[in-house]
């Protein structure tokens, strides 16, 4: 396997420097994961900065607004806006009714009680809670989308598996010992692994004569 710092190196001059979400903060970040199903993350930014426009990105205010203001904004997120405007209604709730609007508080929480926390919201997962936490400066690991661990995979780290938890553990496991403290720099590692899944080592008919790392990766050797 190559240097994890080495691999994503390669993928920074490839990609350049990767934008951080305009997301701040657990509850933002919740509403940002919320934002809109299966489209560029340029909709889901129109989505979000709709949303702190016209409505506010506090648990109060998701939580006061008419259906008539959430509802178009909701339709600019893609296939099932009304399920989407009760998504956002849920995680208002929770926040008001289970962190008295403040949803920062479960930055003080130890890592896995913080983990369990965020993962009361809808489409929170175990991925989507650590990397919500990583954004926020927190971490015990580098959280992957399911592009970025498919990267990981097929340059080498962790066991290809029918279970995909049992895979993503493979991969963390591997991973554990090249990881370096600093949140920032994995949250980058974290976008730029689930770029180059996106856009180059894509799940059908990857383009491996295009890759930066092909030469560091099993699968295109192969």
Partial sequence: MPEFKNLIARLKRHYGDPKLPPA????????????????????????????????????????????????????????????RVFRW???????????????????????????????????????GAEKILLFCGVHAGLPLDWNGNRVLIRVGYGRAQKNYGAQYRSVQEALAGELPRDPAWLARAHLLLREHGKKLCRNN??????????????????
């Fill in 89 to 127: 209604r849920e995680i208002a709730r929770i926040t008001l009714s289970q962190f008295d609007g403040d949803l920062d508080r479960v930055l003080q929480e130890p890592y896995a009680k913080a983990k369990k926390a965020l993962k009361q919201f809808p489409s929170i997962g175990d991925p």
């Fill in 205 to 222: 008919a990857p383009l491996c004569h295009e890759c930066p790392a092909a030469d560091l990766c099993s699968f295109a050797k192969k």
């Fill in 24 to 83: 701040r903060g657990p509850f933002e970040l919740v509403m940002w994961e919320n934002a809109c199903y299966l489209l560029s993350d340029e909709r889901r930014a129109a989505v979000f900065e709709g949303l702190r426009a016209q409505v506010g990105l506090s648990a109060g205010a998701i939580w006061k607004a008419d259906k008539e203001i959430l509802l178009p904004l909701a339709r600019m997120g893609g296939m099932r806006p009304e399920t």
